[in-house]
């Protein structure tokens, strides 16, 4: 009895799995369905896009291929302009220049003209006068150098004397200063050989007493040398 | 204090000195080396040292004698003295004798040896300078009587 119970509950608990299962695969199949659809759009859309950005592409390559043409044109137009305008230019400056230039030509001829004229008669004038100032001069000059000369007699005779004076004292006092020189010299002399006169002799007397002095000698000096130290107090 | 006015007069000079600071020294380091006290009091040292350290004292006392000798010695004055003439023995005897008897019993001497002196001594003790040479006198009598001796 319970073998049959649990036979069919198992078989019962088969169909309602199976039919869950057929459930579940529908579900699936349907979402896959709606998933390639919703691909298909995206492609369309993607497709689309990439043609509008091709198109602007293009229009905006015609627009300034148009503009590049107008500005060109438009340059060209001005540079023939300018062109013009400076031949104008050019020939009427040519023009001005060259009758300038005969003005201020004849202009300057005239100056020269008189400016030469003005000269002559100022060096004329200049001429008249020198010869009359050299006339009166001439005769200072005379009397100035009459004068000069005289002053320049009485200032030589004045220096020879004094030159002569100085020289004289300058000859004394070498004179005297040689003098001088040759006394200390003869005294320096003398007294050099004195010295080594002394040294000589000294060194004699040294050499005699130091080979004369025997032990004994020696002896009795040190002790006359000790004797006199205490005394006069070496403690 | 006897073996010790006794060593005093037999030390008269500084290299005698010097030769007793050595043979001291000798002796101190023999003191802390095993066997060696035995051969350096028998052969390396004086008679005088000999005397002076006795026969079979202990180390410790041989230390004590050798500090107090030191002291004694560093206390010794010393008289400065050249000498025209090569010094013999019986010189520095004679010179000793008369310096401790009249300056003080402390006395040794260094002496050199200086012949252009001529004769004479120079004395230096205790900063005080004393030259009696016959170099120095003569020098005077030159200096002094320089005119008179020319005028002869």
Request: glycine share 4%; net charge negative.
């Given at each position: 009895?319970?073998?049959?119970?649990?036979?069919?509950t198992?078989?019962?608990?088969?169909?309602?799995?199976?039919?869950?299962l057929i459930?579940?695969?529908?579900?699936?199949?349907n979402?896959?369905?709606?998933?390639?659809?919703?691909?298909?759009?995206?492609d369309r859309?993607?497709?689309?896009?990439?043609?509008?950005?091709?198109?602007?592409?293009?229009h905006?390559?015609?627009?300034?291929?148009?503009?590049i043409?107008?500005?060109?044109?438009?340059?060209?137009?001005?540079?023939?302009?300018?062109?013009t305008?400076?031949?104008?230019?050019?020939?009427?400056t040519?023009?001005?220049?060259?009758?300038?230039?005969?003005?201020?030509?004849?202009?300057?001829?005239?100056?020269?003209?008189?400016?030469?004229?003005?000269?002559?008669t100022?060096?004329?004038?200049?001429?008249?006068?020198?010869?009359?100032?050299?006339?009166?001069?001439?005769?200072?000059?005379?009397?100035?150098?009459?004068?000069?000369?005289?002053?320049?007699?009485s200032?030589?005779?004045?220096?020879?004397?004094?030159?002569?004076?100085?020289?004289?004292?300058?000859?004394?006092?070498?004179?005297r200063?040689?003098?001088?020189?040759?006394?200390?010299?003869?005294?320096?002399e003398?007294?050099?050989?004195?010295?080594?006169?002394?040294?000589?002799?000294?060194?004699?007397?040294?050499?005699?007493?130091?080979?004369?002095?025997?032990?004994g000698?020696?002896?009795?000096?040190?002790?006359?040398g000790?004797?006199?130290?205490?005394?006069?107090?070496?403690? | 204090?006897?073996?010790?006015?006794?060593i005093?007069?037999?030390?008269?000079?500084?290299e005698?000195?010097?030769?007793?600071?050595?043979?001291?020294?000798?002796?101190?380091?023999a003191?802390?080396?095993?066997?060696?006290?035995?051969?350096v009091?028998?052969?390396?040292i004086?008679?005088?040292?000999?005397?002076y350290?006795?026969?079979?004292?202990?180390?410790?006392?041989?230390?004590?004698k050798?500090s107090?000798?030191?002291?004694?010695?560093?206390?010794?004055?010393?008289?400065?003295?050249?000498?025209?003439?090569?010094?013999?023995?019986?010189?520095?005897?004679?010179?000793?004798?008369?310096?401790?008897?009249?300056?003080?019993?402390?006395?040794?001497?260094?002496?050199?040896y200086?012949?252009?002196i001529l004769g004479?001594?120079?004395?230096?003790?205790?900063?005080?300078?004393?030259?009696?040479?016959?170099?120095?006198?003569?020098?005077?009598?030159?200096?002094?009587?320089?005119?008179?001796?020319?005028t002869?």
């Amino acid at each position: 009895m319970a073998e049959i119970f649990l036979t069919y509950t198992l078989l019962t608990s088969i169909f309602l799995l199976s039919g869950v299962l057929i459930i579940v695969v529908q579900y699936l199949f349907n979402s896959l369905k709606k998933n390639h659809m919703y691909q298909k759009d995206i492609d369309r859309i993607s497709k689309d896009i990439l043609n509008h950005n091709q198109e602007m592409i293009d229009h905006a390559r015609l627009k300034a291929q148009e503009i590049i043409a107008t500005a060109s044109e438009k340059a060209n137009e001005i540079i023939s302009n300018t062109e013009t305008f400076s031949a104008d230019i050019q020939m009427s400056t040519d023009q001005v220049v060259s009758e300038i230039k005969e003005s201020q030509k004849q202009e300057f001829n005239k100056a020269r003209d008189l400016l030469l004229n003005q000269y002559k008669t100022f060096l004329e004038e200049i001429y008249k006068d020198n010869i009359n100032l050299f006339k009166s001069v001439s005769k200072d000059i005379e009397e100035a150098a009459v004068s000069e000369i005289k002053s320049f007699r009485s200032v030589l005779e004045k220096e020879t004397l004094e030159s002569q004076k100085i020289v004289g004292e300058k000859i004394e006092g070498e004179y005297r200063q040689a003098e001088q020189e040759i006394e200390d010299f003869k005294n320096k002399e003398l007294a050099r050989l004195h010295d080594n006169f002394y040294k000589i002799t000294q060194r004699a007397i040294e050499l005699a007493i130091g080979k004369s002095l025997d032990r004994g000698l020696h002896e009795d000096l040190v002790m006359d040398g000790l004797k006199e130290a205490i005394e006069k107090g070496a403690d | 204090m006897q073996n010790y006015s006794k060593i005093i007069e037999l030390i008269k000079t500084v290299e005698e000195r010097n030769e007793l600071y050595s043979e001291i020294d000798l002796v101190s380091q023999a003191l802390f080396r095993e066997g060696e006290l035995k051969n350096v009091l028998e052969n390396q040292i004086s008679i005088v040292l000999k005397d002076y350290i006795g026969e079979g004292n202990a180390r410790e006392l041989i230390s004590d004698k050798l500090s107090e000798l030191k002291k004694l010695l560093d206390g010794l004055e010393i008289v400065k003295l050249n000498l025209a003439f090569e010094h013999s023995e019986s010189t520095v005897d004679k010179i000793i004798a008369y310096l401790r008897k009249n300056l003080s019993e402390k006395i040794i001497l260094e002496i050199h040896y200086e012949p252009n002196i001529l004769g004479g001594v120079i004395f230096e003790f205790k900063g005080i300078y004393r030259d009696y040479t016959l170099k120095t006198k003569l020098e005077e009598v030159f200096k002094n009587k320089k005119e008179k001796l020319f005028t002869l």
